[in-house]
């Protein structure tokens, strides 16, 4: 029957087959769970000859890349971290609509990817974290659905640099992925987290994308997510996160009249992120989100809940 420590056995034996002793290996690293035990898997297998890259889009969450990134290190892992955030700001700036946006940061992607990869000496093989749920939808489904993993995405790269594709979670679900990467040690707060867009926060700020604004996004998200953990909600819930709108609204603060800017805070429960209910959460914790929120970050006066389900509304905004 399967198990987690047989499956890394009979993986590690194939991937040491597969790739020659001398090939080095290139793995775009999300900070998500698939790429990152797609890795320690690789890592088992190959030692430092797997080249991971890392790529701070400048839309990550909160203090993400640091802390992921020293816990790549921490877990022993070749990993380059690429700060990238100026590229990326300059290619998504002016830019409004959603779609636009995903393909400004995809084409960025690629290109700072790409540039990383030439880096590499010996270079034969591109890893990626592909799952089978992955697999299967990127054959069935049409329509916006496609871009799901666009971060996975990396243009023609394996054929220009006549890189061989080895995906070694092809044949996985999303909880074998996970019991597989307890196997392989990785810690906790990588292996349970929530899915995160690729395009990251720049889908979550509706309309156009400054470095300010990412910076409020931030702030807030992370005052919901860290109440969330700290509830013991954050496991109980499949996504949650906040979403900056393109609005002002008045408020008061002391005798002073403000005009700032709103943000929406979204959870949902689901299975598998094809339909979601918004997820009801306890008002007290709700109130205690927004206070911290309109007390902590400057520049917002006004929190609200989405309350809506999948279908007929998304669960992000774009
Ligand atoms: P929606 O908003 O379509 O999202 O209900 C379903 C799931 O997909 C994620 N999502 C994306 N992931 N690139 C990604 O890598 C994208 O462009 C993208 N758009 C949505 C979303 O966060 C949710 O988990």
């Known amino acids: 029957s399967w198990t987690p420590d047989h499956f890394v056995d ?80 300059a290619a998504l700036a002016g830019i409004s609509d959603p779609e636009g946006k995903r393909k400004a940061i995809g084409r960025t992607f690629i290109e700072v990817f790409d540039r990383e990869a030439h880096k590499v000496q010996g270079a034969a093989w591109l890893a990626q974290g592909t799952i089978y749920p992955d697999v299967i939808e990127s054959v069935s489904v049409k329509g916006p659905a496609v871009t799901i993993k666009s971060h996975h995405n990396v243009g023609g790269l394996p054929e220009k640099m ?50 300010e604004k990412v910076d409020l996004l931030q702030r807030a998200d992370a005052v919901f997510i860290n109440l969330l953990k700290e509830h013991d909600l954050y496991q109980h819930v499949w996504q949650a996160g906040a979403m900056l709108l393109p609005v002002q609204s008045v408020g008061v603060m002391g005798d002073e009249r403000t005009y700032e800017r ?28 927004s206070n911290k929120i309109i007390n902590q970050v400057r520049g917002i006066n006004r929190v609200v809940y989405d309350i809506s389900s999948k279908p007929p509304a998304t669960i992000e905004w774009e």
């Open 10 to 89: 009979s993986a590690v034996a194939a991937l040491q087959h597969t790739i020659g002793p001398d090939d080095q290996v290139i793995l775009g690293l999300s900070g998500g769970v698939d790429s990152s035990v797609a890795a320690l898997l690789l890592h088992r297998a190959i030692g430092p000859r797997l080249h991971g890259i890392f790529v701070d889009n400048g839309l990550l969450r909160k203090d993400e890349f640091e802390t992921v990134l020293k816990a790549y290190e921490g877990l022993g892992l070749n990993v380059t971290g690429v700060n990238a955030a100026p590229e990326f700001y």
């Open 162 to 211: 006549h890189l061989k594709v080895v995906e070694p979670l092809r044949m996985l679900f999303k909880d074998e992925v996970r019991e597989v990467g307890a196997a392989l040690g990785l810690p906790g707060e990588i292996l349970n987290r929530h899915p995160f867009p690729g395009p990251g926060l720049g889908i979550r700020i509706l309309g156009d994308i400054t470095p």
């Open 262 to 289: 709103v943000v929406a805070l979204r959870a949902v429960t689901s299975v598998d992120g094809m339909t979601a209910d918004w997820a009801h959460l306890p008002y007290d914790f709700l109130a205690e989100v």
